[in-house]
C-alpha cells in the first residue's frame, strides 16, 4: 500500500505504524464522562467492512498522524489528511 | 454410511458406486428451534454438539457460501493447548482432549496427528516464562516439556543454533499437540450434524435480524425470512457485519493473517515449530509441502489477502530459523480475516438480546479451539449457562476490568 503523504508525497505503507480507528482522536472527558463512555472509547469498535478511517503514524519519516481513509475491503486508500487538520476542524486548539 | 476399513475394502471391489453425497442440501423451513449463522468450523461443530450431546432437534446452520469456506479452510492446521492464563488453559485442554477422540466421535478420518510441538528459547527471560507456562499448563491436566539445546538439536539438527541475534536454547515442547487436517474437520462435523437432523443451509446469506421488545424472533437472509427461537453467530471474521444487524458494536477488529505452502519437499520436519522471536511457525504436511506462517498484517483488513512486506518478513524469520529453506519455492500463499479481540481472547457469551448468542474473537488461534468453541457454545445455547471451561470468555470483561491478556498488550488488537 502507498500513502499519498499530504506533506512528502506518497510513501510506502511500511514506513507507518497504525493504530486504528480514527475515531481514537475524540477521547470522552476523564472528568464527565462515565466509565460506559470510556469503556466503549477504549474497547469498542465499528470494523467497518468497506470505507475506514484510521490513524497512521509516521514513525520512519516526518512523525506526523494521518487520518487515512482506507477500503478495508479492497485496501485502496481514498483519502489522506493530517490528523492535527481534522482535529482542529472538529474544533481542537491543537 | 458408516466409514470403516471394511468399508473402503468393500467399495474398492464394486467399483466405488456405493458412495454418497455425505450431507444433504436442504431448502431453509419457516422457523427454527436453533440457528447457527456460520457454517464454517465452530458453527458446525456447535450444531453437532447441539445435536449429538445436548440432545437438541430443529437446528439449522446458515452459510453465506460454501460450508467449510472461511477460515477452517485457510488456516495453518495447528493444534495445541499451551496457554498460560487461568481463563485460558483449562478451555484449550479440554479442546485438546476433544481432538483426541474426534475422529471416533464423528467417524471420519481428520486425520489428527499429535507430531509435537516445541517453542523455541533463544534467553534465559524467555526459558523462565516458558517454565512457568509448562506449570501453568500441567496445572490444568496438559503436558508440557522443557528441552535442551541437544534434545532439539537431535530433533532438527539443521536448525540455525547459533544465529547471533537468537541462539537456540532449548524449547517448551508438548508431546500430545500437532495438526489437523483441517478441511475433514468441517466436512466430519457437517457429516455429523446432518446425520443428526440438522439443515445445512448453503448460499444462505444473513442480511438482518428481527429483533422486538428485546427478544429475537428470527434473521432475515438472501433466502428469506427464517424464525428461530435462538440464534447463535459463529462467523469469525465477519462478526463485528453480522453483530451490527442486531445494533452491535464488538471489542474486535479484522485482520489478515496470511499463511504459505512451500513446493513439495522429503519429510524433514516431524512435528510443529514456532519461533517466535522471528514471527514464524512451521510444520510438514503429509504431501511434503512446509506449511508456515508469521504475524497479521496488521491493519483493519476484510480482503482475505494480505501485501508484501509481511510476505518478506516471514521469510527472513524461516530463513534466520532454518536456512535450508532459502532454496524451496514458494507455492502458494493466502490470507484469512481474524477476528481480533481487544485482549487477545475469545468470547463465547450471551448479549443484551434475549435469544442471541455471540461466539468470536478467536484471533488468530481458531482452529484448535474447534471442538471446544463448538462444545461450549452448544453448552451455552442449550443451557443457557457457561460451560464450566468457559466461564471467562464473556462481553463484560472488558468492562469489569477481567481481561485474558496472554501476552499482556493491552486494547491493541493488531498486537496480540
Not at chain 1, 494521518?66 to 482542529?88: C, G, Q, S
Not at chain 2, 477422540?101 to 464423528?106: I, R
Not at chain 2, 547459533?162 to 500437532?178: E, H, S, T, V, Y
Not at chain 2, 475433514?184 to 439443515?199: E, H, L, Q, S
Request: proline share 4%; glycine share 12%.
Amino acid at each position: 500500500m502507498i500513502i499519498n503523504h499530504p506533506i512528502l508525497g506518497p510513501r510506502d505503507a511500511q514506513e507507518f505504524v497504525y493504530l486504528g480507528d480514527a475515531s481514537l482522536m475524540s477521547r470522552p472527558d476523564g472528568m464527565t464522562a462515565g466509565i460506559e463512555a470510556f469503556h466503549d472509547y477504549l474497547y469498542n469498535r465499528d470494523n467497518p467492512a468497506g470505507a475506514h478511517r484510521e490513524l497512521w503514524y509516521h514513525e520512519q519519516g516526518d512523525r506526523s498522524w494521518l487520518v487515512v481513509t482506507r477500503n478495508t475491503v479492497t485496501h485502496e486508500i481514498l483519502k489522506v489528511e493530517m490528523a492535527r487538520d481534522v482535529a482542529r476542524a472538529g474544533g481542537r486548539s491543537k | 454410511m458408516r466409514y470403516s476399513g471394511f468399508r473402503v475394502i468393500a467399495e474398492a471391489l464394486t467399483g466405488h458406486k456405493g458412495w454418497k453425497p455425505i450431507w444433504r442440501d436442504p431448502a431453509p423451513q419457516a422457523s427454527y428451534d436453533y440457528i447457527i449463522v456460520g457454517g464454517g468450523g465452530h458453527g458446525l461443530a456447535t450444531a453437532y454438539y447441539l445435536a449429538k450431546e445436548f440432545k437438541q432437534a430443529r437446528i439449522a446452520v446458515l452459510e453465506k457460501g460454501y460450508l467449510g469456506g472461511g477460515n477452517v479452510g485457510r488456516n495453518t492446521t495447528i493444534i495445541r493447548s499451551n496457554y498460560l492464563l487461568e481463563g485460558n488453559e483449562p478451555f484449550y485442554e479440554f479442546s485438546l482432549k476433544l481432538w483426541e477422540g474426534l475422529e471416533q466421535d464423528f467417524n471420519y478420518n481428520a486425520m489428527v496427528s499429535q507430531r509435537g510441538i516445541i517453542n523455541l528459547i533463544h534467553t534465559d527471560a524467555q526459558r523462565d516464562a516458558f517454565t512457568r507456562r509448562g506449570n501453568g499448563m500441567i496445572l490444568n491436566g496438559a503436558d508440557a516439556e522443557m528441552l535442551n539445546r541437544d534434545q532439539v538439536r537431535a530433533m532438527y539438527p539443521f536448525l540455525n543454533f547459533d544465529n547471533a541475534r537468537f541462539p537456540i536454547k532449548g524449547a517448551l515442547m508438548q508431546r500430545r499437540g500437532g495438526t489437523v487436517r483441517h478441511d475433514a474437520v468441517a466436512w466430519g462435523y457437517a457429516r455429523g450434524a446432518d446425520m443428526r437432523g440438522v439443515d445445512l443451509i448453503q448460499n444462505c446469506e444473513v442480511t438482518g435480524m428481527r429483533i422486538e421488545n428485546g427478544r429475537i424472533l428470527g434473521v432475515e437472509t438472501s433466502r428469506g425470512f427464517i424464525g428461530a427461537k435462538k440464534v447463535g453467530v459463529a462467523v469469525a471474521g465477519s462478526s463485528s457485519e453480522v453483530m451490527a444487524h442486531a445494533g452491535m458494536r464488538l471489542p474486535i477488529e479484522s485482520h489478515v493473517l496470511q499463511a504459505f505452502v512451500s513446493e513439495g519437499l522429503k519429510p524433514f520436519i516431524d512435528g510443529v515449530m514456532t519461533f517466535g522471536a522471528g514471527h514464524f511457525y512451521v510444520s510438514q504436511s503429509d504431501k511434503g509441502g512446509l506449511v508456515f506462517g508469521g504475524d497479521i498484517d496488521g491493519y483493519n483488513s476484510y480482503a482475505q489477502r494480505g501485501n508484501l512486506p509481511v510476505i518478506e518478513d516471514v521469510a527472513e524469520g524461516g530463513m534466520a530459523l532454518m536456512p535450508a529453506i532459502g532454496r524451496a519455492r514458494l507455492l502458494r500463499t493466502w490470507g484469512g480475516i481474524m477476528d481480533m479481540s481487544m485482549d487477545g481472547s475469545p468470547i463465547i457469551d450471551k448479549t443484551h438480546i434475549e435469544g442471541l448468542y455471540f461466539n468470536g474473537g478467536w484471533c488468530y488461534g481458531g482452529f484448535k479451539a474447534t471442538p471446544a468453541s463448538g462444545w461450549c457454545f452448544a453448552h451455552l445455547l442449550a443451557k443457557d449457562e457457561p460451560h464450566k471451561t468457559a466461564t471467562a470468555y464473556r462481553f463484560d470483561r472488558f468492562l469489569k476490568g477481567l481481561m485474558i491478556d496472554e501476552k499482556g498488550q493491552g486494547a491493541q488488537p493488531n498486537l496480540h
